[in-house]
């Protein structure tokens, strides 16, 4: 009985050198890939889930800030869930032919239960792609039909409900 446990201990003490470098490397690999493995969302972000070997993007769940584990070989896609604002500049013809600049203030935020869905059907950048040429197009449409004078007495009550 006691001829086993010296066996054993050798054993061991001869596979500890290899079990420990194994480890040392685990660790090194696992330390090297952290900022793929972890992601920390702040307060005001939400995360959508795309898994390369598990069917794409997850739409039935959106990440809630805090701090998320996920496989290294898939990503975490953060987006800013809080009001924002962008100032574009816009050129547009009045009904008269006259050149009007316009100074626009948009402000916006994604809707926060749809976020996956926006992220696979658009991506990150929607501002761009969507939110910007709708607001172009809305307004390009209703000044179009007004004359320089009218824009700036009763069609700026009409601009704002065709925007919103």
Known sequence: MGTFYSKLIDKSKESMIPLLISFLILLIVIAYMSHNIFYTLMPGEAGVHWSRFGGGTEIDYVYPEGMHMILPWDKMYIYTVRI?????ELDVLTKTGLQVHL????????EYRLLALLHQKVGPDYVTKVIIPEIEAVLREIIGTMGAEQIYTTGRVVIIEAIN
């Open 84 to 88: 924002q604002e962008i100032k574009p």
């Open 103 to 110: 100074f626009l203030s948009i402000r916006y935020a994604p």
